[in-house]
């Protein structure tokens, strides 16, 4: 199968995802600015899933941009990974409803960290396909995608204590991948598969 | 009509309806982590129509990337499948909220049967068109294509009696075709269309 | 701007149509076999718009294929034609609440009759841009194009005594379209602009 | 990263919110004529918003018709512009359920600037990435683009004495850009990147 395939499809449950959160935003019952508050938290943890959707695309189209065919394994792999981020709408909600509440938190800490695992074990897949080891020498040591897993997972204990503190450790690892993977991008630019 | 469009409108409705379906899962009413227990089922029947959908959208693709041009007649045998699985949020959510009830789970195997079938159709009607044979040669003795109606018809024979048994034969499918197809596999990535 | 992004874009809507529609049908409440008659008629009226918006997306991109580029006033003429089409699940939806009444038999008749003029006033539109004159000559005299909106009105107003007789002529005008277009079909097969 | 991937994923996002707008109409309760009255305010707000939303992917595409490739920063940037619009569907739907109250339509309102605001930003960051200057010739002083947020923002003041004047403000804006922009078009037509 092409890459161009896969990304397509990708693309377009990552498009899905990222739009159908904002109908589980609560619409405000009265018709005043103060009305609006209440959808406030909705809103907050709208943004938070919306960056980590936008993160999750921007990296893997970094990614496949090095790897010209896939195998059904990393089309799997791929699915697995598209799993894991179709569930945030869902864990996002319960977050929202219970008003981030200590287990709805800890419930989409793993979810983020379920996704994390899951993009790691596709970067792998996919390295093992890449005969040109373009993507081996373009990840480097890949700090981010190591430090990650502890941000969650000290998040997701946090959160069992204080649901605000596990929420500051989400945003923490969002706000580190949105400085854009400058060495990445720089050798995709020299490298991109066409 | 370039294959191309029919992929990309495929990729498009299969992609919806992978994501919508997590629209249908229960967000659990209290703020325990016991809470969550309610939407196991929920859970669980997401994430085996999910494996449905990604293992046609993977068919879906290695047959047609053998094809280069495609007709009216395949395009309506094509709507006649993705209106089939189309069904599957529908089905998936009926079975859901009557808590695996038998009449549910039976309608559900029979989607997945009406959505086998209009898959062999299309692909009677793709391997009409393809003059190059190309896909007969691919597709071999089909083993798969063959048992897993037979399977289906099991299932919802059992359901009738225990839907838990006739989940079982829709799961044993579903992890007949998730091992993927070596052998189109590698056909395909010698005789690719394009 | 490209026809293939105009075709992108609106293959997405479509693709978002016809699957969003599913959500809207009702989920029976029992869990017997004889509770699936309350969705019934959801069922049926799904099935046609399903093909209906089928249809729309099959003569679409038959056009398109014979259209290098596009305008400004192509882009809202189908911008125009995609409103329609995107009110099809509102009102068969209503037509499904109120049990196939008079009043929204007659309005979802008046939504197919505007989405077909919106679809003459694009065909105009493309023809003026179509320099080649390829579109002209494949649309021929373009007889189901006439007789359409005829049987569309006629349907209307039938439903004012019927809604059974006036949804049997939008079937009738659904059948005509399902049977490909071979004149078109033949003459896309051998001028397609790519 | 490619343009075609950027333009992909923002045909896709525009696409779903384009089409899940319709889901907040409001299916009337009754089944006379009379009943669709109740959604009238509905459907008159989701044709403008879908406009918006069109004129957006409009403008979008003619934009990144003359850029080849973006980075990280255009790429935020261009999340930043969908984030703003994905929330149209919310502050629509807050709209109509109060029943074009004060508040709610000055919340519509920011929505709006925050989305032009937006896409200005999108705008220096791509004119800053695109070395030939194409798009910096192209869009000239482009007039409209700095009389739309004056306008929203009178819009937004008049919506605080009375809603109906505010959208006839945002009405006056959409107008505005109906209108296709034959300078930039004209331009695109000559100097496309691809």
Do not use: C
Request: charged fraction near 15%; hydrophobic fraction near 55%; charge should be negative.
């Amino acid at each position: 199968m092409r890459t161009s395939r896969l990304e397509a499809f990708s693309d377009g449950v990552l498009a899905i995802i990222i739009t159908i959160m904002v109908l589980e935003v609560k619409i405000p019952h009265g018709e005043e600015f103060s009305d609006l508050g209440d959808s406030f938290p909705s809103l907050l943890t709208y943004l938070l899933s919306f960056i980590y959707i936008g993160i999750y695309w921007n990296n893997h189209h970094h990614q496949f941009q090095l790897v010209k065919r896939v195998d059904g394994v990393v089309l799997w792999a791929n699915l697995h990974l598209l799993f894991w981020l179709s569930l945030v709408p869902f864990t996002t909600a319960w977050m929202d409803e219970s008003s981030l509440a200590s287990a709805p938190t800890v419930v989409y800490g793993v979810n983020l960290l379920a996704a994390a695992i899951a993009y790691y074990v596709l970067q792998q897949v996919v390295l093992r396909a890449d005969d040109a080891g373009h993507l081996e020498l373009a990840l480097g040591n890949d700090l981010k995608g190591k430090i990650s897993p502890v941000l969650y997972t000290l998040g997701i204990l946090a959160a069992f204590v204080s649901p605000a503190v596990g929420i500051a450790f989400f945003v923490a690892v969002a706000l580190l991948w949105i400085v854009p993977d400058r060495r990445l991008e720089s050798y995709v630019a020299e490298h991109a598969a066409d």
